[in-house]
């Protein structure tokens, strides 16, 4: 297998120009902590991810803490936009096809932000005041109407566990996608890849889960033959 160029390797995770500064910097940020943890992330490494200088930054964040709040705040701003939208135009269908379609999205999500999981991940893994912060502030929220969702779709399923277990089927392999690229000579970001993973994760998990707790069907009465 051919290696992957540096230029290849340079352009998974583009920060756009045309976006926003604002933007621009809460993203580089994000990266920055998924990547580096709270402790390791510096202002001066993101300003330059982002192409603003360092002291914009510091104007507008007085502390590292307040970016990393401010980051946060954006990241979850942006995955309750696009599940909310999702939402909104599924209120008349049965929550069956409505837990389908918000999964589909989350992959899309996911794909177009790798560095959320590992964000979560790397803070999930170190209870403390920012993780208390993030779970009273966002993420309980979340995995409360996930939870509801997965109860009114299939009341027999364990809603919580498979809550994560779908996190993890949905977000893994787009956050380790260079080494996934490696590997198998495929980038999971690619658009096809990404709809193939979201289809992959309602076929095998949703569809199954439901097949395993559907109640079984009373075979039909034969009638005796005269």
Same mark, same amino acid.
């Given at each position: ?9 340079? #352009?998974? /995770?583009? /920060?756009?120009?045309? #976006? ?8 580089? #940020? %994000?990266?920055? =902590? ?21 002291? %914009? ?18 990241? =979850? ?20 096809? +409505? ?6 999205? =989350?992959? $899309? ?21 920012? %993780? $208390?912060?993030?779970?009273? +502030? ?12 997965? /109860? ?33 000579? $495929? ?38 033959? $005269?």
């Amino acid at each position: 297998m051919p290696p992957i160029s540096r230029r290849k390797r340079t #352009a998974l /995770r583009p /920060r756009a120009a045309s #976006a926003p500064t604002p933007e621009r910097i809460l993203s580089s #940020a %994000l990266a920055a =902590f998924a990547e580096r943890g709270f402790d390791g992330a510096t202002t001066r490494e993101i300003a330059a991810d982002a192409g603003v200088p360092q002291g %914009l930054v510091t104007y507008h964040y007085a502390s590292k803490q307040a970016l990393w709040e401010a980051a946060v705040d954006w990241v =979850f701003a942006e995955l309750a936009r696009d599940l909310g939208a999702a939402e909104e135009a599924l209120r008349d269908v049965s929550p069956i096809e +409505r837990w389908r379609a918000v999964t589909k999205r =989350f992959v $899309r999500f996911a794909a177009k932000h790798p560095e959320f999981h590992r964000f979560m991940t790397h803070e999930g893994a170190h209870d403390g005041p920012r %993780l $208390r912060w993030l779970v009273d +502030r966002h993420v309980r929220p979340l995995y409360e109407a996930s939870v509801a969702n997965i /109860r009114k779709a299939a009341p027999g399923l364990d809603a919580a566990h498979f809550h994560y277990v779908m996190i993890g089927a949905a977000t893994h392999m787009l956050a380790v996608a260079p080494e996934v690229e490696r590997v198998t000579g $495929r980038d999971p970001r690619d658009p096809k890849l990404v709809e193939a993973h979201a289809n992959a994760i309602v076929d095998w998990l949703i569809d199954g889960a439901l097949a395993k707790s559907a109640p079984p069907q009373t075979p039909a009465r034969r009638s005796k033959p $005269r």
